[in-house]
């Protein structure tokens, strides 16, 4: 069983910022990729790719967060970050780890960010 557990949410103003933190524990499928991801208040279904990076430390990011947002990891600490800088409402969600898992990906339960302006 797999548990990812994310930390580090909360609420700023706009301008702000905050770090995530999503340690992955348990019986670990693989590592090749850990990534975010994120649903606005109201999207009750649809999670948006916010940032991810490979093991070999190749990242990707949406167009949205370019330049305010940088995601890392510690391969020994199994652990994925995202750094978030310049904060903006409309970055205001919840925000999700994955990774891959033997048939579709594993989902941590989120955590909130709110940014007020």
């Known amino acids: 069983q797999v548990h990812l557990v994310e930390s580090g949410g909360g609420a700023v103003q706009a301008g702000g910022s905050l770090r995530l933190a999503c340690e992955a524990q348990g019986n670990i499928f693989s590592l090749a990729w850990m990534g975010w991801y994120r649903r606005a208040p109201g999207n009750k279904r649809e999670r948006e790719m916010v940032a991810n990076i490979t093991s070999a430390g190749i990242t990707n990011y949406a167009d949205s967060v370019k330049g305010r947002f940088t995601v890392s990891r510690d391969n020994a600490k199994k652990t994925v970050y995202l750094q978030m800088n310049s904060l903006k409402p409309d970055d205001t969600a919840v925000y999700f780890c994955?990774?891959?898992?033997?048939?579709?990906?594993?989902w941590g339960r989120g955590t909130q960010v709110t940014v007020s302006s």
């Open positions: 994955a990774l891959p898992g033997p048939v579709s990906e594993y």
